[in-house]
C-alpha cells in the first residue's frame, strides 16, 4: 500500500470506522534516519489505533526507527516482511527476508527491546514457488521465539522473479488453509490474515479461526465497507453516517491541511474517489473531483459541483 495509505488516506477511513485498526504505509529506516521524520510520522490524533509499518533488515536501525515511532506516538510497530518489489528486493528487506528468519528474529528483539508498544510481522506463506508448510511455519516459530506474538500472513506466496508486484497479489493461489494451519500449531500467538477477502461473509467466516483479518486495497477502492465494520465485527450500534457527512468532513480537513501545511486539497481528495462508488452519478462525481481545471478553486466550492453529478437525496 505504498503511496497509498498516507496520512490523508487514514484520516478518511477513520472517519468510516473507529474501531479498525489503521496501518501506515510501508516507511524505510532509511527515510527515517536520514530523511523528514515529521512528514513520514506526523499523523492525526483521530486515527488511533495506528500502526506504524516499517522496511528494514539492520536490527540498529530497525531499532531506532522503532523508538521514533513510540516517541511520535504510534500504538504498534510492524515489520513488513511481505512486500515483493523488486525496489524493497534491492534493498534487501520486504519478503526476501523470509529466507532469513533468524535475522528477522534479531531485527525483532532489537525493536522489542528497544519500545514499550507491541512489535508485529507482516509475512506472506513462502517464497517463489517453494509451497512446504514447514517453511512459515519455522519462519514464524523463529520470529516467535524474539518476542513477537502477533503475525498478520499474506496467505499468498511471493514470488521474488517474474511477477510485478501486482501479479504477487493475484497469480499466486491463495492457500488460506495454511494460515489456519499456523493457527492451529501456535494457539497462543495472534494470527491474522489477509490475501483476497472482499466480503463480510468471508470475514465472518475467517474469524472463527483466526483472530485478526487485514484488508488492502478493497478497502481503499471500496471504502464504504468500512462504515458497517463497528456494528458487524465489534457490536456496537448501526451506523447512521452518510457518505455526505464523511464528505463534509474531508472537505473540512482539506481546508485544515491547506491553512496548516499548503496541502493542496487534491493531494488529499484522490483516497476519497471510491465514496459514491457504485451509485447513480459516481462516475461523474469523480470527474469532478479529479478535474485538473478544478485544482486552483476551493475545495469546498469543488465539493458543491461534484454534488450537482449526483441524484437528489431522498
Not at 80 to 89: A, H, K
Not at 149 to 161: C, Y
Request: proline share 5%.
Amino acid at each position: 500500500m505504498m503511496d497509498w495509505t498516507d496520512r490523508h488516506c487514514r484520516y478518511f477511513h477513520r472517519l468510516l470506522t473507529r474501531r479498525t485498526r489503521l496501518y501506515t504505509e510501508m516507511v524505510t529506516t532509511g527515510a527515517l534516519l536520514h530523511g523528514n521524520v515529521p512528514r513520514h510520522l506526523d499523523f492525526d490524533a483521530a486515527e488511533h489505533p495506528i500502526a506504524l509499518q516499517l522496511g528494514g533488515s539492520e536490527p540498529a536501525d530497525l531499532a531506532k526507527a522503532a523508538r521514533l515511532g513510540a516517541q511520535w506516538g504510534y500504538d504498534e510497530i510492524n515489520l513488513n516482511c511481505g512486500c515483493p518489489s523488486e525496489r524493497v528486493q534491492r534493498g534487501a528487506f520486504g519478503a526476501c527476508l523470509m529466507v532469513e528468519p533468524q535475522l528477522v528474529a534479531d531485527c525483532v528483539k532489537a525493536m522489542v527491546d528497544a519500545v514499550d508498544v507491541p512489535v508485529t510481522v507482516k509475512h506472506r506463506i513462502g517464497i517463489d514457488k517453494t509451497e512446504s508448510y514447514a517453511f512459515v511455519r519455522d519462519f514464524v516459530g523463529t520470529v516467535a521465539e524474539a518476542g513477537c506474538d502477533v503475525f498478520m500472513v499474506h496467505a499468498r506466496n511471493a514470488w521474488l522473479k517474474g511477477l510485478s508486484p501486482k501479479e504477487n497479489r493475484e497469480v499466486p493461489p491463495l492457500r488460506y488453509e495454511l494460515v489456519h494451519r499456523l493457527k492451529a500449531e501456535f494457539p497462543d500467538l495472534v494470527i491474522g490474515i489477509n490475501g483476497g477477502i472482499v466480503t463480510d461473509e468471508v470475514v465472518q467466516q475467517q474469524l472463527e479461526t483466526l483472530d485478526g483479518v487485514m484488508i488492502g486495497r478493497e478497502a481503499y477502492h471500496h471504502p464504504w465497507w468500512l462504515a458497517r465494520w463497528d456494528q458487524l465485527f465489534y457490536g456496537e450500534a448501526a451506523s447512521e453516517l452518510r457518505r455526505e457527512d464523511v464528505e463534509e468532513a474531508m472537505v473540512a480537513y482539506m481546508e485544515r491541511q491547506q491553512a496548516l501545511h499548503g496541502t493542496p486539497w487534491h493531494s488529499v481528495a484522490r483516497h476519497m474517489m471510491g465514496l459514491y462508488h457504485g451509485l447513480p452519478g459516481a462516475r461523474r462525481w469523480r470527474q469532478v473531483w479529479s478535474d485538473h481545471s478544478l485544482k486552483g478553486r476551493p475545495a469546498r466550492e469543488v465539493m458543491l459541483l461534484a454534488h450537482e453529478q449526483l441524484p437528489p437525496a431522498d
